[in-house]
């Protein structure tokens, strides 16, 4: 055996056991192109959910044209029971695709209203006594102001001073009077004695889907009477095509509209009574003199010649 063929013989066992081992990975690190990069391990994306606002019985989606008086209106509530229940500060601020609530929160729970807290305790004012010991930096920076140089005639000058302006407590006898909430008819029941409002004829009827009332004609300035008693609800003119306008609640059910008026003689939250006069016939926001007369059954138009007597 020459010597070539006894070196490979010796090399044949290295070169074998070399190539049993698998090659180490090799981590990418911005080198070379061609290296191996390690695998990363895999990251769960979780999506963030959202919650969508409360919708379906209830509520109601802003249109175009809406005014926060016929929205109240068409559900049977008051705007301004409306306007609390959606924090709105100003009943005119309403924006196209809102969603507002149009009943009272938690299945007619009463609506929670913030009141400020009245006191009438008088309000003591307290001063911190002066030091009576000589030489502290306190005594030091009397008399306030700096005129004057240290001295023990300048700090009694001083301290009797202090004790001529102390502030004397203020004891009013006569204590202010406790603020009282507003008060409210409560009209309770479903049944409603209802009456004409208005004696003229008879000139526009009901119709599904068209007039939401009917109109009685008269001349400018006849009387315009509760067709029963209630609650003004509304006293205004916010209604587009309504004029003059005045919405009675008579109970949880019924609410009655008085519309075209040419002067209003009553104001919101005011008792009325059936047969009270409440406002003169005009022809604001319409043709000619007349009264244009709704009953809402829980928002709802209803044919009023179905409510009123026969005549």
Same mark, same amino acid.
């Given at each position: 055996?020459?010597?070539?063929?006894?070196?490979?013989?010796?090399?044949?066992?290295?070169?074998?056991?070399?190539?049993?081992?698998?090659?180490?990975?090799?981590?990418?690190?911005? &080198? #070379?192109?061609? !290296? @191996?990069?390690?695998?990363?391990?895999?990251?769960?994306? %979780?999506? =963030?959910? *959202?919650? /969508?606002?409360?919708?379906?019985?209830?509520?109601?989606?802003?249109?175009?044209?809406?005014?926060?008086?016929?929205?109240?209106?068409?559900?049977?509530?008051?705007?301004?029971?409306?306007?609390?229940?959606?924090?709105?500060?100003?009943?005119?601020?309403?924006?196209?695709?809102?969603?507002?609530?149009?009943?009272?929160?938690?299945? &007619? #729970?009463?609506? !929670? @209203?913030?009141?400020?807290?009245?006191?009438?305790?008088? %309000?003591? =004012?307290? *001063?911190? /006594?002066?030091?009576?010991?000589?030489?502290?930096?306190?005594?030091?920076?009397?008399?306030?102001?700096?005129?004057?140089?240290?001295?023990?005639?300048?700090?009694?000058?001083?301290?009797?001073?202090?004790?001529?302006?102390?502030?004397?407590?203020?004891?009013?006898?006569?204590?202010?009077?406790?603020?009282?909430?507003?008060?409210?008819?409560?009209?309770?029941?479903?049944?409603?004695?209802?009456?004409?409002?208005?004696?003229?004829?008879?000139?526009?009827?009901?119709?599904?889907?068209?007039?939401?009332?009917?109109?009685?004609?008269?001349?400018?300035?006849?009387?315009?009477?509760?067709?029963?008693?209630?609650?003004?609800?509304?006293?205004?003119?916010?209604?587009?095509?309504?004029?003059?306008?005045?919405?009675?609640?008579?109970?949880?059910?019924?609410?009655?509209?008085?519309?075209?008026?040419?002067?209003?003689?009553?104001?919101?939250?005011?008792?009325?009574?059936?047969?009270?006069?409440?406002?003169?016939?005009?022809?604001?926001?319409?043709?000619?003199?007349?009264?244009?007369?709704?009953?809402?059954?829980?928002?709802?138009?209803?044919?009023?010649?179905?409510?009123?007597?026969?005549?």
């Amino acid at each position: 055996m020459n010597a070539a063929h006894l070196i490979l013989a010796l090399l044949l066992p290295i070169i074998g056991g070399c190539a049993g081992h698998a090659p180490a990975p090799v981590e990418d690190r911005g &080198g #070379a192109s061609g !290296a @191996v990069k390690l695998a990363e391990p895999a990251i769960q994306v %979780v999506p =963030v959910v *959202t919650a /969508a606002p409360d919708s379906g019985v209830g509520y109601y989606t802003v249109k175009k044209g809406d005014t926060l008086y016929s929205i109240a209106l068409d559900n049977g509530q008051d705007y301004k029971d409306v306007a609390v229940w959606n924090n709105l500060d100003n009943p005119n601020l309403i924006r196209t695709g809102q969603q507002l609530r149009v009943a009272p929160p938690d299945n &007619g #729970a009463p609506v !929670a @209203v913030a009141k400020p807290v009245i006191s009438n305790a008088p %309000v003591e =004012v307290r *001063t911190t /006594a002066m030091p009576t010991g000589r030489n502290t930096e306190t005594l030091k920076r009397e008399p306030k102001g700096g005129k004057l140089a240290w001295s023990d005639e300048a700090l009694a000058k001083a301290q009797q001073k202090d004790v001529a302006e102390k502030p004397v407590e203020a004891r009013s006898q006569d204590r202010p009077a406790e603020a009282k909430p507003a008060e409210t008819a409560v009209i309770a029941g479903d049944v409603v004695d209802w009456m004409w409002p208005a004696g003229g004829k008879l000139i526009a009827p009901f119709a599904e889907g068209g007039s939401k009332g009917v109109d009685i004609a008269g001349k400018a300035g006849d009387p315009v009477l509760a067709a029963a008693s209630g609650v003004v609800s509304y006293s205004g003119a916010g209604l587009r095509g309504y004029g003059n306008l005045v919405v009675l609640r008579h109970n949880a059910t019924y609410l009655s509209v008085y519309a075209h008026n040419s002067k209003i003689l009553v104001k919101e939250k005011q008792t009325v009574t059936r047969g009270q006069k409440i406002a003169e016939m005009g022809s604001t926001d319409a043709e000619s003199p007349r009264l244009h007369f709704e009953i809402r059954r829980e928002g709802k138009p209803a044919d009023p010649q179905k409510f009123l007597p026969a005549r």
